[in-house]
């Protein structure tokens, strides 16, 4: 370990000379620290952007599945290109719709199943993919401030070894070794109260999405329900 | 992901490259260059009391005597006014100019003297009369102390005359005899009175004989005197008497000329500020302050030397009191009472604690307008504190 040039510090107290005059742990926890802080931040701002795409695609979807435009003509301008969302359980259980009546079916009890299961596969995948990350903000919510204490516990005993190397308890001595140990749990700090708020947010903006989406597959499964029974009923009846 | 992960960077780098340039070594704590303010308990009496002033003139905020005229040249006086000695009494409103006369001396007063020497002279020529022949004697004797010896027979003599005058004889023969030493002395002596005048005589004559041995002519004079002739002494007294009532001496009479100075009463304390209302003199502050206290035993405390590790030594207070005149110094001896403690330790401390006292006498520091209240003065300690 270093040996903190207490004599110098005395003199100088800026931001860059106390990450310098920490020790090689010190130097290592705030590293990471601001590594964590730099990763929080990518998660930040990834969802943000992503969560209020996703929040316009639902709106526009519902408006477009509401207008009373053909389902038929929906799914097919959906199908050609990639869909994430309501029109991703929407294509999914058009998709299984049109693979079951496509071959023939004929029980309509095992047809409202596997549409409803195609839609819940669906909505789990893309949930997963509005959660993902989230877990890392947890961690460093929970995490980052114990880390930055622990480079300030090493810090300040580095410091005291050389304050006793130094004998003398002057405060001009003692003063800089501290500050400099302190950087380290102010970084931990910085990095893990976004971590905190950004987590308890996106988990709930997530929840609100998943619920949306819970919503809509229950509401198309009604629709896809009655559809069946219209178009299989006649058929039974025939026979 | 990946832009986000940018620009997460890019922020990131920013905020810190601009915390390094901005966040430099903050200014140091300004430390103001203030003083020390001395700060003094006082005691409240010493405001609401009465304080020094004039009785006639008008209430003003602060109390202050007529003012004076002459400068302040006499220190710590006490009492207001124009005088050079500090006095009590008031001023005497009497300025005459009163021609000081000195006592004429008193014609009459050397009569009595030269009266005595006549008689003196007259009871000197009976004592050479009796002492010559003793020197002679006593240089005559090889014996080395003749002073020691006297007064063995001095007291024996003197209480035989009273009782019957016959065993008074064979005494004083007998006596001398076991002594080795007084004998040449006391011998010739006793001898030749008992054959002049046995009876009546002897105890007049006796001490007037071993008094002239003593170096001081005028005593054995007096003490020849008066047993030889009480007939001459009275008639003496009598002279001395007649001379003073002839003489025109008369007490009354110098004491006047004596008393012809009036008295010149008034302090020496000056005051410049305007009379205001106020009494004779400041009957505040009756008390030592705090600080003042403090300083008077912070003295003693200088000048003491407690042994460390005196057995029992907790606990114990000291009691000094003592007087003090206007100087600082000690007057008497002051009282040192210890409680508490052990009685070993007690008493050690006792004995320090008094020799303290008397080495920083003279106090100095002590307020002289207070004078009042350390005039006797009782100061507490506990030594414990001083270790």
């Given at each position: 370990m270093e040996q903190v040039g207490l004599a110098a510090a005395a003199s100088e107290v800026s931001l860059w000379s106390l990450f310098m005059q920490a020790g090689l742990v010190v130097k290592l926890v705030m590293i990471g620290l601001i590594g964590a802080s730099v990763w929080t931040w990518a998660i930040v701002i990834d969802k943000y952007v992503s969560f209020n795409k996703a929040k316009r695609q639902f709106d526009q979807f519902e408006q477009v599945f509401w207008s009373g435009q053909s389902l038929e003509e929906l799914y097919r301008t959906l199908s050609e290109r990639q869909n994430n969302g309501l029109s991703a359980i929407f294509v999914a259980a058009m998709r299984e719709w049109k693979k079951s009546f496509e071959r023939g079916a004929r029980a309509p009890i095992g047809l409202q199943m596997r549409i409803d299961r195609a839609m819940d596969v669906t909505m789990a995948r893309e949930s997963e993919a509005y959660e993902a990350r989230l877990g890392s903000l947890a961690t460093i919510g929970s995490a980052g401030p114990f880390i930055g204490l622990f480079g300030t516990v090493v810090g300040i005993m580095t410091s005291f070894q050389a304050i006793a190397g130094s004998k003398s308890t002057n405060l001009a001595v003692v003063a800089p070794g501290i500050a400099e140990a302190l950087l380290a749990t102010a970084i931990g700090l910085v990095a893990a109260i976004p971590a905190v708020i950004a987590y308890n947010k996106f988990t709930a903006d997530a929840g609100k999405l998943s619920a949306r989406m819970e919503g809509f597959a229950d509401e198309f499964s009604a629709i896809l329900s009655r559809q069946i029974d219209e178009k299989l009923q006649p058929r039974q009846a025939a026979q | 992901m990946r832009g986000s992960l940018g620009t997460s960077l890019v922020l990131h780098t920013l905020v810190l490259g601009y915390a390094l340039v901005s966040i430099s070594a903050p200014a140091s704590f300004e430390v103001a260059d203030v003083e020390a303010l001395p700060v003094d308990i006082i005691p409240v009496e010493s405001i609401t009391q009465i304080q020094q002033g004039d009785k006639k003139a008008p209430v003003a905020e602060k109390a202050?005597?007529?003012?004076?005229?002459?400068?302040?040249?006499?220190?710590?006086?006490?009492?207001?006014?124009?005088?050079?000695?500090?006095?009590?009494?008031?001023?005497?409103?009497?300025?005459?100019?009163?021609?000081?006369?000195?006592?004429?001396?008193?014609?009459?007063?050397?009569?009595?003297v030269p009266t005595p020497t006549p008689e003196q002279n007259e009871v000197k020529d009976i004592v050479p009369e009796e002492t010559t022949p003793k020197p002679a004697e006593v240089a005559a004797l090889p014996e080395p102390k003749p002073d020691v010896t006297p007064p063995q027979p001095k007291p024996e003599p003197a209480p035989q005359p009273q009782p019957t005058p016959a065993p008074a004889e064979t005494q004083a023969e007998e006596i001398p005899l076991p002594d080795a030493v007084p004998i040449p002395v006391a011998k010739p002596r006793p001898e030749p009175p008992k054959e002049e005048a046995k009876p009546v005589e002897k105890p007049a004559e006796k001490p007037a004989e071993k008094k002239p041995e003593t170096p001081k002519p005028a005593?054995?004079?007096?003490?020849?005197?008066?047993?030889?002739?009480?007939?001459?002494?009275?008639?003496?007294?009598?002279?001395?008497?007649?001379?003073?009532?002839?003489?025109?001496?008369?007490?009354?009479?110098?004491?006047?000329?004596?008393?012809?100075?009036?008295?010149?009463?008034?302090?020496?304390?000056?005051?410049?500020?305007?009379?205001?209302?106020?009494?004779?003199?400041?009957?505040?502050?009756?008390?030592?302050?705090?600080?003042?206290?403090?300083?008077?035993?912070?003295?003693?405390?200088?000048?003491?030397?407690?042994?460390?590790?005196?057995?029992?030594?907790?606990?114990?207070?000291?009691?000094?009191?003592?007087?003090?005149?206007?100087?600082?110094?000690?007057?008497?001896?002051?009282?040192?009472?210890?409680?508490?403690?052990?009685?070993?330790?007690?008493?050690?401390?006792?004995?320090?604690?008094?020799?303290?006292?008397?080495?920083?006498?003279?106090?100095?520091?002590?307020?002289?307008?207070?004078?009042?209240?350390?005039?006797?003065?009782?100061?507490?300690?506990?030594?414990?504190?001083l270790l």
């Open positions: - | 202050a005597p007529k003012p004076t005229t002459k400068p302040n040249i006499v220190e710590n006086a006490e009492n207001a006014g124009d005088n050079d000695i500090d006095l009590k009494t008031p001023p005497t409103p009497a300025k005459k100019p009163v021609p000081t006369e000195a006592a004429a001396a008193p014609k009459p007063a050397e009569k009595p005593e054995t004079a007096k003490a020849a005197e008066k047993p030889t002739d009480k007939k001459e002494g009275k008639k003496q007294e009598t002279a001395k008497s007649s001379s003073s009532k002839e003489s025109d001496f008369n007490a009354d009479e110098i004491a006047i000329l004596l008393n012809k100075q009036d008295a010149s009463g008034g302090g020496a304390k000056r005051s410049s500020a305007p009379a205001a209302l106020g009494g004779k003199k400041d009957t505040g502050g009756s008390k030592l302050s705090q600080s003042e206290m403090d300083a008077l035993r912070g003295q003693i405390e200088n000048n003491w030397s407690v042994i460390a590790g005196i057995e029992g030594a907790e606990g114990v207070i000291i009691t000094v009191t003592m007087k003090l005149d206007e100087t600082g110094a000690i007057v008497g001896r002051p009282e040192v009472t210890a409680k508490g403690g052990s009685d070993g330790a007690r008493r050690t401390l006792e004995g320090s604690a008094l020799r303290a006292v008397m080495r920083s006498s003279p106090f100095r520091n002590l307020p002289a307008d207070k004078y009042d209240a350390w005039s006797e003065v009782v100061v507490n300690f506990d030594p414990s504190e």
